[in-house]
């Protein structure tokens, strides 16, 4: 997701690095499976819920700025489009 001081390719690192690091061991539970969960990369806040807009819209809700990343909880890509999502939680 774009940003107007950060790359995509910033975006996405810090993302990817927050979830990995500090979010993913807190929210890879059996009910969460499969949601969407978008990431302020900025202050590390975090929305779950079943569509990534809605999580995004309650995030800039509370800093309309924010720089936004999404993953699908469990899975290695939100979407598939022509493919399948591959499963990464146990």
Do not use: C
């Not at 997701?1 to 390719?9: K, V």
């Not at 969460?32 to 079943?50: A, C, P």
């Amino acid at each position: 997701m774009s940003h107007p001081t950060l790359s995509s390719q910033e975006v996405a690192r810090r993302g990817n690095d927050l979830y990995q690091k500090s979010i993913r061991a807190k929210v890879e539970t059996q009910e969460n499976i499969g949601k969407i969960i978008s990431i302020n990369v900025e202050t590390g806040d975090y929305e779950i819920g079943d569509d990534l807009v809605e999580t995004s819209i309650r995030l800039r809700s509370k800093q309309t700025d924010a720089a936004l990343w999404g993953e699908r909880i469990g899975f290695d890509a939100v979407y598939a489009v022509g493919g399948t999502l591959l499963r990464t939680a146990q």
